[in-house]
């Protein structure tokens, strides 16, 4: 098993910034891919950023060019680096990691961008 928590949520002005961190703990090994999900109310969860084992990137077009996600693998951890924040952020943001065909998701952390 995998166990994932997620931190650094909270509430932030429109343009702020935000970094989220992801700590792994368990049986991490051959993760094949790491990312970060968000679900706002009433909609369905969507990807947000990824990143595969072999250090390639994949972002939602929505978050290009403002999001960056990053590992600290000494330290197990996962992190998102949001700027340039916006209302339409708001979500509960949630960590992901993949092994295989099997997916382990954290608890989700609330983001919540004020206009």
């Known amino acids: 098993q995998v166990q994932l928590v997620e931190s650094g949520g909270g509430l932030v002005q429109a343009g702020g910034s935000l970094r989220l961190s992801c700590a792994a703990s368990?049986?991490?090994?051959?993760?094949?891919?790491m990312g970060w999900y968000r679900q706002a109310p009433g909609k369905q969860r969507e990807l947000v950023a990824v990143l595969t084992s072999g250090d390639s990137t994949n972002y939602a077009d929505s978050v290009k060019g403002r999001f960056t996600i990053s590992r600290d693998n000494a330290k197990n951890t996962v992190y998102l680096q949001m700027n340039s924040l916006k209302p339409e952020d708001t979500a509960v943001y949630y960590c992901n990691f993949v092994r295989g065909n099997v997916g382990y998701w954290g608890q989700g952390t609330q983001v919540t961008v004020s206009s």
């Open positions: 368990g049986r991490i090994f051959s993760i094949n891919a």
